[in-house]
């Protein structure tokens, strides 16, 4: 499981809305603790609120089962992570050399396997028109994952373009290496750098040669997406005119980062409205930032 989408981890108060984490909060004190002397009429009082909320927040609770127990009963059984498996799935069934296919491949499995918490295809064209579009020399990525908006950046460049890709769990990184060497991108075109991103910024000037990133995809932790923003800046590494763009603005949400973006008066900012993949009805958006430069 990947440490940077705090979404995914095993806790309830992130896989569903606040309002349904207070009334399992508040079931768990008043009923579950005294169901031993609570009368059947009280305990069948609960039952339109139990109904009303599995019915009213469907989708989270399908989400929390997929994203959270199928995902951890596999990884016991199998002694590999999702993000493993995935790899497995794609070397036996994805065309190497191919990054269309590769993607392809992983939509697949996410949708007929096991759910991947990917970008997804929606949100990819949303960001290979944006790549395609901004033509960036150098771009960014602060949460690698699997590799898969990896590929879509990567394969988005314009010719001598050149991804540098971040990300902070060292196994997560290997999976993501090697589907980034499946496709057929070597290290002069994306390089993947191990590490928290709050410490590999600093240095990308002085040990990565990066100078400016004409784009960046935030894609790691929401709530390290105001921090990491404020650092780029700090290190002179966003030209006027880069293009910053944010996943997962609205789920699980980054409500700081949006406020900083819209009110600092350094950015012209626009939402790009979109569904969790697999899960339309859970409502996300993709922040896109133009920067104009400093003061």
Known sequence: MDKDRPWQQNTLPVALPSFVCAC????NRSVVAQVGTMSPAI??????????????????????????????LRDCLSGLRMEERAFSYVLTHALPGD????????????????YLSHMGPAKGQILMRLVEEKAP???????????????????????GGRLLTVERDPRTAAVAEKLIRLAGFDE?????????SEEVIPRLRTQYQLSRADLVLLAH???????????????????????VLADHVLFPGAPRFLQYAKSCGRYRCRLHHTGLPDFPAIKDGIAQLTYAGPG
């Open 24 to 27: 399992v909060c508040l079931l």
């Open 43 to 72: 305990a069948l009082a609960f039952l339109p609120l139990v109904v009303t909320l599995l019915v009213r927040y469907r989708h989270y609770f399908r989400l929390l089962v997929r994203t959270v127990l199928l995902r951890s």
């Open 99 to 114: 990054p269309g296919h590769i993607l392809t491949t992983l939509d697949h499995w996410s949708s007929h396997c096991e």
């Open 137 to 159: 020399a150098s771009a960014l990525e602060l949460g690698t994952y699997c590799g898969y908006s990896t590929l879509l950046i990567a394969r988005a460049l314009p010719p």
């Open 188 to 196: 002069h075109t994306v390089e993947l750098i191990v590490g928290r």
């Open 221 to 243: 932790r929401p709530r390290c997406y105001l921090r990491d923003l404020q650092l780029l800046e700090g290190h002179a590494l966003l030209p006027a005119g880069a293009t």
